[in-house]
């Protein structure tokens, strides 16, 4: 197995990971809400009155910042960015995740981060579980069907 060396970026995976557990806490200690991504959606999706309150001014404003932050011209967003690939494998690939999180009753973050930090047995398999599939998608992807996506 090959690392490529020249992409290996512990600095900024360091930095970033620090800064989503940042801003977890910041979200947790002021609304007392979880940052669990497909949960922040969900509501939002499921609001009865399509107006503007204060749960979901704060929703949106969480999900706009995920929309909009690869494209500020800062280096860290620049570097989490790839404009690069295929439309459809990542259209699939989100409805894929999407019906994950679905079936999981959460999505990584929600999980990974806020629902380790809690000691939740419940999180703790569906962790396991992302990795396991994460892990056996890029051995398929790269030794078993090399070629067949971009």
Do not use: E, K
Request: glycine share 12%; with cysteine; hydrophobic share 55%.
């Amino acid at each position: 197995m090959n690392i490529d060396w020249q992409h290996f970026t512990p600095w900024t995976a360091l930095g970033g990971g620090m800064l989503i557990g940042l801003s977890a806490a910041l979200l947790y200690g002021l609304t007392r809400q979880v940052a669990g991504i497909s949960g922040i959606f969900h509501a939002l999706l499921a609001l009865p009155s399509r107006r503007l309150t204060a749960d979901s001014a704060w929703r949106l404003a969480f999900l706009a910042g995920l929309l909009l932050a690869p494209w500020l011209p800062l280096p860290i967003a620049a570097a989490a960015a790839n404009p690069q690939g295929a439309l459809a494998p990542l259209l699939v690939a989100g409805l894929l995740t999407g019906y994950g999180t679905w079936m999981a009753h959460g999505c990584t973050s929600g999980h990974g981060i806020c629902g380790l930090s809690r000691l939740s047995l419940r999180s703790l398999v569906a962790v396991l579980c992302f990795m396991f599939t994460g892990m056996l998608t890029v051995t398929l992807v790269r030794h078993v069907l090399p070629g067949m996506l971009p």
